[in-house]
C-alpha cells in the first residue's frame, strides 16, 4: 500500500526555518514525481515545489511565493522527500502536503488536481 506521511510541522517565528521531511512506503520512490503543496485556510490547495523523477530531467519547479526561499530534496535511497523552508513569513502558514505521481508534477504541471497520491498534511505556522 502507497504511503507518504509528512512530519517538521509546527509553530515558528518570522525569519525562522522549518525542514519537512516525507516519508515514503509501498512504492520504488525512483519512478515517481514528487512535491509539497500547501493549503492555507479559506484557499485552495496549491503546489509550492515539485521535483522529477531520478531518470526524468532534473528539473525543479518552485511556486514564485517560495523561490529562494525553499528547497526541495529527495533521498531516493532512503525514501524520503525533504523541503527546507527558510525565511519563513506569516503567509507560508498552512498544511503542507507530500505528493507524489508517475507522471510529470514539474513546471506548470506541478498541479494538486494532477496528484494522485497524497500524505496527510503537517501544519506549519508562522507567527509572533
Known amino acids: 500500500q502507497l504511503q507518504l506521511v509528512e512530519t517538521g510541522g509546527g509553530l515558528v517565528q518570522p525569519g525562522g526555518s522549518l525542514r519537512l521531511s516525507c516519508t515514503t512506503s509501498g512504492f520504488t520512490l525512483n519512478y515517481y514525481d514528487v512535491g509539497w503543496f500547501r493549503q492555507a485556510p479559506g484557499k485552495e490547495r496549491e503546489g509550492v515545489s515539485c521535483?522529477?523523477?531520478?531518470?526524468?530531467?532534473?528539473?525543479?519547479y518552485y511556486s514564485d511565493s517560495v523561490k529562494g526561499r525553499f528547497t526541495i530534496s529527495r533521498d531516493n535511497a532512503n525514501n524520503t522527500v525533504h523541503l527546507q523552508m527558510n525565511s519563513l513569513k506569516p503567509e507560508d502558514t498552512g498544511v503542507y502536503y507530500c505528493?507524489?505521481?508517475?507522471?510529470?508534477?514539474?513546471?506548470?504541471?506541478?498541479?494538486?488536481?494532477?496528484?494522485?497520491?497524497w500524505g496527510k498534511g503537517t501544519l506549519v505556522t508562522v507567527s509572533s
Open positions: 505528493a507524489a505521481d508517475v507522471l510529470d508534477l514539474t513546471g506548470a504541471f506541478c498541479l494538486a488536481s494532477l496528484v494522485d497520491y
Open positions: 521535483i522529477s523523477k531520478s531518470d526524468g530531467d532534473g528539473s525543479v
